[in-house]
């Protein structure tokens, strides 16, 4: 089949059938996943006393805010799907966008979305036993792969459906939260004595070490702030319901996570707290497990696990939704296969993106199970032993929590590229239309591209991250063979 010629993708567009309350939930649904259930435990154990607990959580909130605000204005200045590829491409150039492309499907977005299927099947294993015979594995990752498949297939089937399903969703996690935060103080539960200590014991070195600890939990979890401005050519009246969407997205989860870990702390003593499980692998330890239990008994852990399957099931979409939106973009551009920008006749939404995305994450969870299941030894002396050292390695950590270990450093390097794209756009485009400017600029973004490079310079000098960040690189810069390939395709093609 011949290629489109890269004119003719230009005019593919999607149609704008989103309104605020969708976008207001695609921000605060795509966020709330099951950081607010696991990361309580660490900031605990690395900030032992209340005031530095809430610090951290406010501050964390405050620099995902400042993230907000300033995509708020690139969103309403540049209302087209892809969102921070459309920021990139327009501040950096082709070869910038298409590598955060490239990174976004092959591993971030991708894994992200096995992750977040992985999580939800943990808990689904909890109400749901495997059946006889079959192995917890096996049946957790059908439970992912089918999870995956709903919110793909929803997605195909319209924008608009995608769109209510994270309302829906949204309305029963928050509403779920806003429960549990009550539920101390209708059931005669919790003491002010647990509250203690307000101030830490001693100054020290290391209180400055175990907040920055603890904050990068806190970043995890409010993680997905952007995930609305892939849909900005979807959203009706951009110019304003982005902007809001994301400001008032913010302040409610800086609410909720705040209101939720008090609460934590109300009826759990601080001890139990910071010695609560970090991980949902050992789910009757992690903090909000304890919490529902010491509140409602066996009855509180049966509940618990199915408010975090909606809460991961949510955040799911909201990754099924927007993440295709990149590639769509890329393909409109002539720098991906020219059939992910392909609009559905019927359905309206970039039916082969969203499906290329969810085939993709379900072969990293399928992939990451077998080699889970799988010894090395089982392939006898043969291997080398680089191969047989990353098999163990991989037999131990599922594949998809690798890969995105190892694009910590470049993700974060592409967001601090968008944010920073604000100021060079404000000088190299003041001619384009900006419904909505930066509160607080230029010292907004100042401020997050200055944490951002506080972070990335940590990374390289820590010990443990630095060499997955040069991992993280190498991955990166595979993707530049990839951009000459189909940049000199699109070239002919023309």
Not at 290 to 305: F, H, K, M, T
């Amino acid at each position: 089949m011949a290629q489109i010629e890269t004119a003719e993708l230009q005019k593919v567009k999607l149609p704008r059938v989103l309104g605020s309350v969708e976008a207001f939930c695609v921000v605060v649904g795509s966020v709330i996943g099951s950081g607010i259930f696991l990361v309580p435990a660490s900031v605990a154990k690395n900030v032992p006393y209340l005031s530095g607990i809430v610090l951290v959580w406010v501050i964390g909130g405050l620099f995902a805010g400042a993230g907000a605000l300033t995509l708020a204005e690139l969103g309403a200045m540049l209302p087209q799907a892809g969102g921070l590829y459309v920021f990139l491409r327009a501040a950096y150039g082709a070869l910038p966008a298409f590598l955060f492309g490239w990174v976004e499907f092959l591993v971030v977005r991708s894994g992200s979305m096995a992750t977040l299927a992985a999580a939800f099947a943990r808990y689904f294993a909890q109400v749901a036993k495997p059946p006889a015979g079959v192995p917890g594995p096996v049946w957790q990752a059908g439970a992912a792969v089918s999870a995956i498949a709903v919110v793909t297939t929803v997605n195909v089937m319209g924008t608009r459906r995608g769109g209510a399903l994270q309302v829906i969703g949204t309305v029963l996690k928050v509403g779920g939260l806003a429960i549990l935060m009550a539920l101390p103080f209708l059931l005669g539960a919790g003491t002010v004595a647990n509250l203690q200590p307000v101030w830490p014991t001693a100054a020290a070195g290391s209180i400055f070490t175990g907040f920055m600890t603890a904050m990068v939990g806190v970043l995890w979890a409010y993680d997905g702030w952007s995930n609305v401005t892939p849909l900005a050519e979807e959203i009706r009246d951009p110019g304003r319901n982005i902007p809001r969407a994301l400001i008032l997205g913010m302040a409610v989860l800086i609410a909720v996570y705040l209101g939720m870990t008090l609460a934590y702390h109300y009826v759990l003593p601080l001890q139990d707290v910071s010695e609560a499980s970090g991980s949902s692998k050992d789910f009757e330890k992690v903090v909000a497990a304890l919490y529902c239990e010491d509140l409602l008994g066996w009855r509180g852990v049966v509940a618990i696990s199915l408010l975090v399957m909606c809460s991961t099931f949510i955040s799911l979409n909201g990754n099924a939704l927007t993440g295709p939106r990149a590639y769509f973009a890329m393909a409109r551009d002539g720098l991906f296969p020219s059939g992910l920008c392909r609009v559905h006749p019927r359905f309206q939404t970039p039916a082969n993106a969203v499906l290329s995305q969810g085939v993709w994450a379900s072969l990293l969870t399928v992939a990451g199970t077998v080699l889970i299941l799988v010894p090395p030894s089982s392939a006898g002396p043969a291997l080398p032993s680089w191969i047989r050292a990353a098999w163990t390695a991989l037999n131990k950590t599922p594949l998809y929590d690798l890969l995105y270990s190892y694009v910590i450093f470049g993700a974060t390097a592409f967001y601090m590229l968008a944010i920073a794209s604000v100021f060079v756009l404000r000088v190299r485009r003041p001619d384009l239309p900006r419904p909505y400017r930066t509160l607080g600029y230029p010292w907004t973004p100042l401020l997050y591209v200055a944490a951002a490079l506080l972070l990335l310079g940590n990374m390289m000098v820590d010990t443990e991250t630095r060499v997955p960040s040069l991992a993280g690189l190498g991955i990166i810069l595979l993707g530049a063979p990839a951009y000459w390939f189909f940049r000199r395709s699109s070239a002919v093609s023309a």
